[in-house]
Structures are given as C-alpha cells and as structure tokens.
C-alpha cells in the first residue's frame, strides 16, 4: 500500500464513525445505494461509487472534504480522494 504523498490521512487519529446507515442524499431522491463512506471532516456519510449517485465524491467535488472511512461493518480503511490514496487502519 503506497499512500502516495498523501497529507490528509496521516493526520486523521480518530477515525469518524458513521452516525446513521443509510445516504441521507439518496432517501431525498428516493434513490438506492451499494456502500457507504463517512467523510472525516464533517462526519456525514454518503453513497460510494459504486453506487448510481455517488453522493460521497459529490461531498468530496462541493465541500472539498478530501478523506473518507468506509461505513461498511468489519472494514476499516480510510480513503483520500485529492491523493486517490488508501490506508487501513
Ligand atoms: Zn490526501
Ligand atoms: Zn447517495
Ligand atoms: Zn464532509
């Protein structure tokens, strides 16, 4: 695993957990989701790219929020969309 240059993960100690299992933005629309990420800056979680909306890459282009931890149970990696970079943790 490279975290190539990446400064946005290294200082994230606690990791956000999410706080609620569904895409907030996707029940809006009445839209359906795969996985879901919780942004760690502000907490919100959002639907992955998987997902036919992607809402957490769209938090990440309007809010420039750059890390993400998976809110899949029993996954435990964060991800940096400016660096395209993963860590586990
Ligand atoms: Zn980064
Ligand atoms: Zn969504
Ligand atoms: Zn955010």
Redesign the pocket.
């Known amino acids: 695993m490279s975290d190539g240059g990446?400064?946005?993960?290294s200082i994230i100690d606690d990791v956000k957990p999410a706080t609620s299992y569904e895409c907030a933005e996707c029940v809006k629309i009445g839209s359906s989701w795969v996985h879901l990420r919780t942004c760690q800056t502000c907490g919100v979680t959002h639907c992955c790219d998987s997902s036919p909306m992607r809402h957490a890459t769209a938090h990440f282009g309007s809010s420039g929020h750059?890390?993400v931890a998976s809110a899949e149970p029993g996954e435990r990696w964060l991800y940096?969309y400016?660096?395209e970079?993963y860590a586990e943790y």
Do not use: E, K, M, T
């Not at 990446?6 to 993960?9: E, F, G, I, V, Y």
């Open positions: 990446c400064s946005h993960l750059p890390v940096c400016p660096d970079a």
